[in-house]
Nanobody
C-alpha cells in the first residue's frame, strides 16, 4: 500500500523557517519524481516545487524561488521542503506527491500518489 506522510508543519512567525518532510512507502521511491503543492481552503491546489528522481534537477514556482529548497534522500525514502523567509501568504496546507513520468511536474492531475497534507501557518 502506497503511503506519503507529511510532517513538520506548524505555526511560525513571518521571517521564520520550517522544514517539511514527506516519508514514502509502498513503492520504489527512487524511481519517482516528487513534488510539493499547497492549497488554501476553497482555492485550487498550486505547484510549489519538484525534484527529479536523482535529486539533480529541481523546479520552483516564482513565488517561492530563492526562499524554499526541495531535496530528497533516496536512502531514507524521504523528500524535504526547506522553507525560509516565510511570509503570511505562505499559509496553506502543503502536500507532497509522487509522479513516475516526470514530464508533467507542474501538473496536479499527472501525479500518481498524494499525501494527506500538513498545515503551515505564518503569522505576521
Amino acid at each position: 500500500q502506497v503511503q506519503l506522510v507529511e510532517s513538520g508543519g506548524g505555526l511560525v512567525q513571518a521571517g521564520g523557517s520550517l522544514r517539511l518532510s514527506c516519508a514514502a512507502s509502498g513503492y520504489t521511491f527512487s524511481t519517482y519524481h516528487m513534488g510539493w503543492f499547497r492549497q488554501a481552503p476553497g482555492k485550487e491546489r498550486e505547484f510549489v516545487a519538484a525534484i527529479s528522481r536523482s535529486g539533480v534537477t529541481t523546479y520552483y514556482s516564482d513565488s517561492v524561488k530563492g526562499r524554499f529548497t526541495i531535496s530528497r534522500d533516496n536512502a531514507k525514502n524521504t523528500v524535504y521542503l526547506q522553507m525560509n523567509s516565510l511570509k503570511p501568504e505562505d499559509t496553506f496546507v502543503y502536500y507532497c506527491a509522487a509522479q513516475y513520468s516526470g514530464n508533467y511536474l507542474y501538473t496536479i492531475g499527472q501525479y500518481d500518489y498524494w499525501g494527506q497534507g500538513t498545515q503551515v501557518t505564518v503569522s505576521s
